[in-house]
């Protein structure tokens, strides 16, 4: 089983979203989540008066899939968030030991 955590504008979320239901992935933590990179940050002007956004928002999504389903859920998420712009985010694969479903007591895939 891996995990799969990635970092997307938010503009993006609904393409991703549906693009992973395709693929029959179900479960999907979102977290708000505010951050740069080399997009820095930038300014803006409220009323005259200019100030800077050093951190940007972003959305920081979470979830597990089996080994069968990481290539394709890898590829959904980059096709459907990729915009071409410096800000797109990123993409973090990790690889779990074990998922336990609290309700039921279900171990491994059968968890997820």
Partial sequence: MKRIDAVIRPSQLEQVKERLHALGITGLTIFEARGFGRQKGHTETYRGTEYSLDFLPKLFLSLVVVEELLEPALGAIIESA???????????????????????????????
Wanted: charged fraction near 30%; aromatic fraction near 4%; charge should be positive.
């Fill in 82 to 112: 990729r915009t071409g712009a410096i800000g797109d985010g990123k993409i973090f694969v990790t690889s779990l030991d074990e998922v336990v479903r609290i309700r039921t007591g279900e171990r491994g895939p059968a968890a997820i």
